[in-house]
Every structure is written in C-alpha cells, then in structure tokens.
C-alpha cells in the first residue's frame, strides 16, 4: 500500500535540510495533475473490484485444489489440462497480480509506468529557469506562525532547499518523507498510519511532522520518544503526536479505615500537594480517618418516546413493577459476568420516557458494560412496545460528565462518607488555627456562600482539585471530575468544643481499576501504589470500592488543610512562596 501511495505522491512543503529536491517535482507534477490512471478505466468503483477479485481468487483456488485432487485419486496427470482449468488458471494468475498490489489497481499501473522521480540531478536544476520560484510555488498554503517557529520560506543554498530550523525532523528516511508527503496531500489519511506501517511510534513521528508542516508550527518541546503508543492504541487516544508531562507528587501517609496510603497526585498547581500531605498528617495525628461506602451502582439513561404520553406511562409502570424486574435483571445481566441491575427509574417528558439504570460494574468504571446491558433490554422491550422509538441509548438522565441534581441525590459510580475528629492540639500545631474559626469559615463559606451562588454538589473548598490530581495519576476518565467532585463538607466542635469532627460525603465517585487508562504504565504504576491495581480475583469490585474511599479520603485531607489556610490568613502567603518561581528561566537551556 504504502509503495503505490508513493508513486503517486507530490511535495505540498519544504524538504529537510541537506536533500536535494528534484525540480521535476514542481514540473512534472504542474502538467499531471489531471494525469489519467489505470483505476479510471475500471467499470466498476475501485472497492467492488477489489471484492470481486479477492472472490476470484479464493473461487478458483479452491476450483483448482478440487479438480487437482480427483486427478490425483483417478491417477490423471496433472499437466492435462481442459478448458474449465485453463479459464481458472489465468483467472488465478490475474487476481494474484491484482491482489499483490494490496488490493490496488495502481501496482499494475505501475508496472507499466515509471513513478515521478522525487530527486532531480542537479543539471535538471541548472536547466530550469527560475527554479526557486518553481520549487516554492507548490506549497500555496498560508498558515500562521507559531511562536519560536521560523515560518520563512525554503532557500536554495548551492543549489540545495534548506527549510527552517524549527521544521527539521529529527530522523526522517527518504522513505517516510514520502509518507508525509503522501498525508499531506491526503491520499493517506494520518488515521490509517498505524495499520499501514504496523508501527505505531514511527507513525506518531510521521503523523507529528506532517502536522509541524501543515500548521507551521513547532511542536518542539512536546515529547515524543520515551512513550509505548502500542499501549494507547485502539483504547486511550487516536491519531498521537508525542504526550504531556504532568509531574507526580505523593501525599500520604494517609492513614484511612487504619491502613497508611501513599496518595499520587499529578498536578501543575503549586501548594496542592504539600497542603494535601499536610492534611493527611493532621489526620494521622488524629488517629486516622474512617469511611464508608453507602452505594455502588453506576447508572446509564436512555430516552425513548412513542406516540403518546399514555404509552410512555404505560411502559414507566411496566419497568418499575417489581414483578417484572426479576426477568428483566437476567436480561440485562447477560452482558457481562460482573453487570447485576439494581434497580430501574423512570421519569417522563411529554411522550418521551428516561429509563435510568443502575447496575454494579465490578472493578471496572462500567459505561460500556452497563450500555450494553441497556442495549438487551431495550431490544427485549421491543417485543411487546413495538411502537417503541428509540431516540438515544444516553438521555443525559444519567447524567455523565456533567454537575446534575440526580447524581448529587440519587448517586452515581461510588457514595462514599469520610470523616475524622482532629485533636484540638493537632489543629493548633499543625494546621495553625482553631476549632472555632474553622466551623464558622465552614458555615459561612461552604454551607451558606455556595448556597448564594446555587452551588450544586459544590458544597466543599476545593474537592475538584484533589479529585481531579488522583484522577489523572491512576488513570480515571478527567472530565468524569465533574460529578465526582459532588462533596459537601461539614466541621463541627465536639468534645465540649476542644475537638473538630470534619466530614466530607460524595455522592458519586466513579472510578475503576480496569479498562481505559489504568492500563497504562504510568497509571498502572500509581494504582499499585495504593494496592488497588487491576481486577480483585478474591471480591469483585473491592478494588474500585477502595480507591473510591481513597480519593474521599484524600479530599477530606485536602479540605482540612485548605480550610485552615484561610482561616489562618495562609492562603495567598503560602501560594506566593511555593508557587512562585524565583528561577530566571530565560537562562534555563532547554
């Protein structure tokens, strides 16, 4: 595939520096643009002969084996041929050819006509007139500069085309230079680098230069090497170019339900680590934090609608008729060996019915495992609600990924409460404040301040921040922080006023510790950190369970300690000393 596509391909930009590029490029190309091919002359659309001569192939190969076979039983020598055996052998010698071009017409035509030469001799330059102005007329396209990026054009140096600094690849064959050439002008889609060249580094290379050429910007700075994209490939990200650096700082120990967790935090906001870690040492001081998960079913709504409102009641009723929830939980169970169905509410719109669904999903975060055990439930619904219109297998009644009154009451993913009585002592040496000050800060900041602004599920200092870090690090879906930073933080006096009890519920954590970017390296490394990687053999589930305890956990450390920031007037202090940095980095060498 990858040699055809070259044949045909022509330059859209500048070369590397030190090749020489053949002005017939320019020439050629400029009176061959409309140049007829092979695959113009065919009678049918290039993918129905490709079928056609892939069935001819195998048809008369399996034609040939059968007929060779009786002669061979009946003693007949093979060299006798009839007719129906000739037919079949030029039949098989002329879809083998045609199949040799993977599936191409273009490996005939090529046969027959030399490829347009990419590199000229340099009398070929001598004799063309005004050759820079030739060579720099192919690429029309005008795109903007990016910043540190020299974006002037290509000179002729001793008759060689140097581009810009910013634009050289680092190792680039003369091979996959034609590659980029070939994506650039579009008759390789950057999509199909990694099945064409079965290696998904060197097509992440290819695919970043050719975007540094298109956009006219650097990319220098983004990494590239150091990274498995085999590991991505087909679950975590399509069509990459290189992978951000966010580094991982550790807080901990977080001692919770009486184990010590070392808490990994990716972030590139100063002070959130250390202010976590100084949380959980107020915690540990303490004696230790304690949790409780009060759900665990993760939930997907698909919306439907008939032709009435009287049917879409009629099929609310059916649903929610305990009666009718035995059969329809083996239904929807046959998904998957880890989906068991809770429960199933209904709401109506009009005509229009939202079925939410909540299931268990194991140590998995469980979208794809409860979307396809809708899928069976709706296609059994089928049956007796023919007149059933299925608009969309999410409603948003769910709600996924977005700050929603249903997730804040009802849960999602993983409920979790986390709390701890803080010893007036340690809330004076370590946190540097008072019990009194922190439970009015509490009430007036947390409680009635989001109530002013309508806050919903947001009822904390900065659950978002903690919940987002851990995220990140082990591996969980980040816009997923959304709903699950839903947390509202309480502080209150006890023991006759000397101590602070602080809690922090969360209504829908979702997390999981199989599937997506938990598979990674990195991440998979954070989550054996806390001892929750992978799938627990032993209790289905227990994994994901406790690494939702863990981010509630955290973020009770983390509340604790920003909460006291501010009501010791350490806040904007503590940020202009850690995250400031007094590094003159004009004189940082890259």
Request: with cysteine; hydrophobic share 40%; charged share 20%.
């Amino acid at each position: 595939m990858d040699s055809r596509r070259r044949s045909t391909s022509k330059a859209t930009t500048a070369s590397p520096p030190h090749m020489k590029m053949k002005m017939g490029v320019g020439l050629h190309e400029h009176h061959n643009d409309k140049e007829l091919k092979a695959s113009d002359a065919l009678p049918l659309p290039l993918y129905l002969t490709n079928a056609v001569f892939f069935t001819l192939f195998f048809s008369v190969v399996y034609f040939l084996l059968t007929r060779w076979r009786e002669k061979i039983r009946n003693s007949t020598p093979l060299h006798v041929l009839n007719l129906s055996e000739i037919v079949a052998i030029f039949a098989f010698v002329a879809s083998f050819i045609y199949l040799l071009g993977f599936f191409g017409i273009d490996f005939v035509q090529s046969i027959f006509r030399p490829s347009v030469d990419l590199w000229p001799n340099e009398d070929e330059i001598d004799d063309a007139q005004n050759a820079d102005e030739i060579i720099l007329k192919e690429d029309t396209r005008k795109v903007p500069c990016g910043a540190g990026l020299d974006c002037s054009p290509p000179q002729i140096v001793n008759k060689e085309i140097v581009s810009p600094p910013s634009l050289v690849p680092t190792v680039l064959s003369e091979e996959d230079e034609e590659i980029i050439k070939s994506v650039l002008k579009g008759s390789t889609p950057s999509y199909t680098l990694e099945s064409k060249l079965g290696d998904c580094k060197r097509a992440a290379a290819i695919r970043r230069e050719a975007l540094q050429r298109l956009t006219g910007k650097s990319l220098t700075g983004l990494p590239l090497e150091g990274f498995d994209y085999e590991s991505v490939l087909g679950q975590c990200c399509e069509m990459p170019v290189g992978y951000v650096q966010i580094p991982v700082g550790i807080a901990g120990p977080l001692l919770l339900d009486g184990i010590e967790y070392s808490v990994p935090m990716a972030t590139t906001e100063g002070c959130l680590v250390a202010s976590t870690n100084r949380g959980c040492k107020a915690i540990h001081l303490s004696g230790g934090a304690a949790s409780v998960l009060l759900k665990d079913g993760m939930t997907r709504a698909p919306v439907v609608r008939f032709a009435s409102a009287q049917r879409a009641a009629h099929l609310k009723f059916f649903l929610e008729n305990p009666n009718n929830f035995e059969n329809l939980s083996m239904i929807f169970n046959k998904s998957s060996r880890f989906a068991r169905l809770q429960n199933i509410k209904c709401t109506i719109a009009g005509k229009n019915l939202y079925m939410r669904f909540t299931c268990s999903t194991g140590d998995a975060m469980g979208m794809n495992m409860i979307s396809k055990g809708v899928q069976n439930v709706l296609d059994y619904l089928q049956n007796d609600f023919s007149d059933m219109d299925v608009i969309g297998i999410s409603g948003n009644f769910c709600s996924d990924k977005k700050a929603a009154a249903v997730n804040w009451i009802e849960g999602r993913g993983k409920s979790v409460v986390c709390e701890c009585v803080i010893k007036g002592e340690v809330v004076k040496k370590v946190l540097k404040t008072n019990v009194a000050a922190l439970v009015e800060l509490n009430m007036l900041k947390n409680l009635t301040g989001s109530a002013m602004a309508g806050a919903l599920g947001g009822f904390n200092a900065h659950a978002s921040n903690i919940v987002a870090a851990v995220y990140i690090a082990t591996g969980q879906d980040p816009a997923q922080t959304v709903e699950s930073s839903h947390c509202i933080t309480m502080m209150e006096a006890v023991n006759d006023g000397q101590d602070l009890h602080v809690s922090v519920t969360m209504p829908s954590i979702e997390v999981g510790t199989v599937g997506g970017g938990t598979q990674l390296a990195s991440q998979s490394a954070c989550l054996n950190l806390l001892g929750v990687k992978g799938a627990n053999r032993e209790s289905a589930g227990s994994n994901a369970r406790l690494l939702a305890t863990i981010v509630a956990g955290s973020v009770l450390a983390g509340e604790l300690s920003l909460m006291s920031a501010q009501a010791a007037g350490q806040l904007v202090s503590s940020h202009m000393k850690y995250n400031r940095s007094s590094k003159d980095v004009s004189k940082v060498s890259s």
